[in-house]
């Protein structure tokens, strides 16, 4: 196995094992309604049922893995020559094309299995009563949230425009 499928797929474990983790931690430690926006002095003022927090999670995580993971398995059907790549570098080489392809959507998986359960665990402590709400408690979550994404998408094209032969 390469390091890349290796990194990927670890990556994908480790965020779905986070992401279960950080679920039934966060449901715990979330007051019956827990507030989502706040204002200038940081006073909630919003708040949702910690049920539809739960199920809504459950319902991104499901249907992300879901709808991702049938698509990687569907591109493997995608003739080459279909596949908006450069045909004449990429037609002998479908196999590691497939691979290339298939590390991506695990990337992608688990890139928003991350971000949930971050989201997650940062929404905890924003709600959490012994403590006041500091900015650092949650200013980090949209850069990362944004690099991860980043990293993960610009991965693909950036791979493509490298010759197969590299990983061989």
Do not use: C
């Not at 992401?19 to 949702?48: C, H, M, N, W």
């Not at 809504?56 to 698509?71: K, M």
């Not at 991506?104 to 971050?118: D, G, K, P, R, V």
Request: proline content about 6%.
């Amino acid at each position: 196995m390469k390091a890349g499928t290796f990194f990927v797929r670890t990556w994908r474990i480790l965020s779905i094992i986070g992401f279960v983790g950080s679920l039934f931690a966060s449901y715990i430690s979330y007051p019956e309604e827990v507030a989502v926006r706040f204002d200038d002095l940081k006073q909630p003022i919003q708040t949702i049922n910690r049920e539809t927090i739960f199920y809504l999670s459950v319902a991104i995580f499901l249907i992300a893995n879901t709808v991702l993971r049938a698509i990687s398995k569907l591109f493997l059907r995608v003739p080459t020559a279909q596949i908006p790549v450069p045909a004449g570098v990429w037609a002998s080489h479908r196999p590691l094309l497939n691979e290339i392809f298939t590390n991506w959507f695990f990337a992608l998986i688990a890139a928003i299995n991350t971000i949930l359960a971050m989201g997650l665990f940062v929404l905890s402590l924003v709600n959490r009563a012994d403590r006041s709400l500091q900015p650092f408690d949650y200013a980090w979550l949209l850069p990362l949230s944004t690099v991860i994404l980043i990293a993960v998408l610009a991965g693909l094209p950036v791979r493509l425009f490298m010759k197969p032969g590299n990983d061989d």
